[in-house]
């Protein structure tokens, strides 16, 4: 291969490799505007879903507070009727979750299950001496089921067990 060649190829290579480079940079700015345009209706749909949500959970929960005597309550207080046409008002529904003292966060999370409270360690709490003295002077007293039997029985009426 001749010198002349070898520019040449050398001039080729040079030629092909910016314009690949010039076609990754159209196809990634290409790819962002299309994603763009399909990422944007997805953040938009979360945030409109999680706003749904939070007002489906605050009816939820205005429904559960709402009582006879928090509505009497919520007319002497503020002289507005509780319920119009059937539904609670709006200004009903902000008192009640106001009175429970219901933030935003707490609508997301299930009062069921709260993992916090059985992460701290709880500290050793000594029982009150009354409660030892009566179950030591209850000789009766099954310890499996916790039922009081009669002072004779040497057997829990309960569950059969064998009284101390």
């Keep these: ?20 480079i010039i076609v990754l940079i159209i196809a990634a ?37 709402d009582t006879i005597p928090n509505q009497q309550e919520f007319k002497a207080g ?4 509780a319920i119009e046409d059937g539904e609670l008002t709006n200004e009903y529904k902000a008192w009640l979750l106001r009175k429970a003292d219901v933030s935003t966060l707490t609508l997301f999370t299930n009062p069921q299950y709260r993992p916090m409270h059985t992460l701290q360690p709880q500290p050793y709490q000594q029982q009150p001496e009354g409660v030892q003295t009566n179950l030591e002077q209850e000789k009766n007293f099954c310890t499996k089921c916790g039922t009081s039997n009669k002072q004779d029985s040497d057997y829990c009426n309960n569950c059969g067990n064998k009284l101390d």
């Design 1 to 20: 291969m001749t010198k002349k060649e070898e520019e040449q190829a050398k001039a080729c290579c040079y030629c092909t490799l910016c314009i690949a």
């Design 78 to 81: 503020t002289g507005l009727n």
């Design 29 to 65: 700015i290409v790819l962002i505007f299309i994603y763009w345009y399909i990422s944007l209706p997805i953040i938009v749909g979360v945030i409109l879903f999680s706003y749904i949500y939070q007002q489906k959970q605050k009816q939820r929960l205005a429904k559960l507070l």
